[in-house]
């Protein structure tokens, strides 16, 4: 994790151009050969941020309570991930603010942006499937209807997010990222969270 905190104090600062995965090997205290271990492309030693953040959210989803529905439990873990001052500090907001923006406008970062989004609907579709049976090793009972809830779900959120750091707002507000993923999962209000077998 620390070379992916170097990559990214580095690509706010300097930004993405100018920065190289030397820099990065420099900043984060290792040799070059250390980095390219772990890493293809610079843009990739940001993965583990993009990560850790998906993450949280699937994880918030995962221990939300039992008794909530799929939709409370999104807005459980929205409250809990999304919040400044919460899982993310407010500081941090910026460099997600960066990250992000930065995946808009480059290829190879929007490439690693979106493989963590398809990971991360994954895991969500696993989480639901999880909380719709009660078992914990679900990878063979994860229905089609769970992946497209997972993916609507996941978009929900992502695009909240993605709305967010494209403009200026604060955090937090009518207008931050918890707010954004509120209102786009009330839109989905008519959506069969619990459907059975089929999509809708």
């Excluded at 995962?62 to 799929?70: D, T």
Aim: with cysteine.
């Amino acid at each position: 994790m620390e070379i992916a905190r170097a990559a990214a104090g580095l690509f706010v600062s300097r930004g993405l151009k100018a920065t190289r995965a030397e820099d990065i090997a420099q900043a984060a205290g290792c040799a070059p050969r250390t980095f390219y271990r772990y890493f293809a492309t610079k843009e990739e030693a940001v993965a583990p941020l993009y990560a850790a953040g998906a993450r949280r959210w699937t994880e918030a989803v995962r221990e939300a309570p039992a008794s909530l529905s799929v939709p409370e439990a999104l807005e459980h873990a929205v409250r809990r991930t999304l919040t400044p001052g919460q899982a993310v500090s407010t500081a941090s907001w910026d460099w997600v603010r960066t990250l992000i923006r930065l995946a808009g406008t480059n290829p190879a970062l929007r490439k690693v942006w979106a493989e963590v989004c398809r990971e991360s609907e994954q895991a969500l579709a696993d989480i639901l499937a999880a909380r719709r049976t009660g078992a914990d090793n679900v990878a063979s009972s994860v229905s089609p209807d769970l992946r497209f809830t997972a993916a609507v779900a996941g978009a929900a959120v992502r695009v909240a997010v993605e709305t967010w750091a494209c403009a200026s707002n604060p955090p937090s507000g009518p207008e931050g990222p918890e707010a954004l993923a509120l209102r786009n999962l009330a839109a989905l209000r008519g959506f069969p969270w619990d459907a059975g077998s089929s999509a809708p």
